[in-house]
């Protein structure tokens, strides 16, 4: 049985070995055996906030992010910064990865990267001999299900039973990039123009386990005379999101409540995202060549673009990050696992559905339950009080 994201389940009405005891005694020792009786990741579930910490970018470590996921996975994250990268998007890099203890569940988040293309055949030479100094990796276009389908399957091994674009979220891409299509033309580059999608995978390892794939790619097409007199398009395809969740076959379902919880707890930190800003900004005006500074701008663009993917950060409230903070539980709300609960102080989070009971303590944690008769205060004896939240 799965221990993690299973709805609780409560424990069988035992039958009194008394049978002149009073319908009333019956109900309370009943009560009591089953709140006795309440197992960790049966019929309760423990969850917890995880942080990633920036330890390389600035003068002292920095929260870069925090996310939901069951208290007693492991988890390990990486930030690694690397100024001389060619490649924009690849300067600064996040990874993470997390197992379940039984090992049946493993989520992998692979950091961001950029493809870029040229239906120019001269330009293209140069792209690919390296002579264009910003290029990144050098591949035709691909939409998200393409992206699943041909590289991010063979990088980690497994084969694709099913790649599509998410229809309720290509809405939101295509939004996203019709708005920055506008912004490009109102600011006099009108070569400009943005291209978004995002898709889901299902994939199928060798070892017998199964997989879900989450990826968004934003195309930045630039088009412009090209060196044969004709017009041509270069492509900048930017994968801001590719994340996997690998599971043991059958356990799909749970797996997409984890992924729910997963997408729509993660919070970014707007301190850690504007000094970022700020870096390539630095970047931007020590670069020599327009051409340079257009990447800049484009790659600006599509790490806004990708954030308005997660939500802005816990309390919400920081001006800087409400631009971004717009429809960012998207994939959450595509995956339709979570329940919003409210907390004593007010603030909200959705945590895993098919619980009727949650809890919260100052750490960041937070318990789901089917009993109303569990009180984790009395019943696991932790330091710190747990306090009930509300739907």
């Given at each position: 049985m799965n221990k993690l994201v299973v709805a609780a389940i409560c424990v069988s009405f035992l039958v009194s070995c008394n049978a002149q005891q009073t319908s009333s005694n019956k109900k309370g020792s009943t009560t009591?055996?089953?709140v006795a009786d309440m197992q960790a990741g049966k019929d309760y579930l423990i969850l917890k906030r995880f942080r990633v910490?920036?330890?390389?970018?600035?003068?002292?470590?920095?929260?870069v992010s925090s996310f939901v996921l069951p208290a007693n996975w492991q988890v390990n994250s990486d930030v690694r910064w690397n100024a001389t990268n060619k490649c924009i998007p690849e300067m600064?890099?996040?990874?993470?990865?997390?197992?379940?203890?039984?090992?049946?569940?493993?989520?992998?988040?692979l950091p961001a990267t950029q493809f870029d293309w040229s239906d120019d055949p001269v330009y293209l030479d140069a792209m690919q001999r390296g002579f264009n100094l910003h290029s990144c990796h050098i591949a035709p276009p691909l939409d998200a299900a393409g992206y699943i389908r041909k590289v991010l399957s063979p990088n980690i091994n497994a084969q694709v039973q099913s790649a599509n674009i998410i229809n309720e979220l290509q809405q939101l891409m295509d939004a996203g990039a019709n708005q920055q299509t506008?912004?490009?033309?109102?600011?006099?580059?009108?070569?400009?123009?943005?291209?978004?999608?995002?898709?889901?995978?299902?994939?199928q390892f060798n070892d017998g386990k199964q997989g879900l794939a989450f990826c968004t790619i934003m195309q930045t097409i630039v088009t412009l005379g090209g060196t044969q007199g004709q017009m041509a398009n270069t492509f900048q395809c930017y994968a801001a999101m590719r994340i996997v969740i690998k599971y043991k076959?059958?356990?799909?379902?749970?797996?997409?409540?984890?992924?729910?919880?997963?997408?729509?707890?993660?919070?970014?930190?707007?301190?850690?995202?504007?000094?970022?800003?700020?870096?390539?900004s630095q970047v931007t005006s020590n670069a020599?060549?327009?051409?340079?500074?257009?990447?800049?701008?484009?790659?600006?663009?599509?790490?806004?673009?990708?954030?308005?993917?997660?939500?802005?950060?816990e309390a919400k409230s920081d001006a800087s990050t409400a631009a971004y903070s717009k429809d960012t539980d998207g994939f959450g709300q595509y995956l339709r696992g979570v329940t919003n609960w409210t907390d004593a102080d007010g603030n909200k989070v959705e945590l895993t559905s098919g619980y009727s009971n949650a809890w919260?303590?100052?750490?960041g944690s937070y318990l789901v339950s089917n009993?109303?008769?569990?009180d984790p205060n009395v019943e696991l004896g932790d330091t710190q009080t747990w306090n009930r939240m509300k739907q």
């Open positions: 009591n055996r089953k910490i920036d330890k390389q970018g600035f003068n002292e470590p920095i929260e600064v890099q996040a990874s993470l990865s997390a197992t379940s203890p039984d090992g049946e569940y493993e989520l992998m988040l506008q912004l490009a033309r109102q600011g006099g580059n009108n070569a400009y123009s943005f291209r978004g999608s995002a898709a889901e995978g299902l994939l076959s059958g356990n799909e379902a749970a797996a997409r409540k984890i992924m729910s919880t997963f997408f729509s707890s993660t919070r970014l930190n707007p301190t850690w995202f504007n000094g970022v800003q700020q870096f390539f020599q060549g327009q051409i340079w500074k257009h990447t800049q701008e484009i790659r600006a663009v599509q790490q806004q673009m990708s954030n308005n993917i997660v939500r802005s950060w919260s303590k100052g750490d009993n109303p008769a569990f």
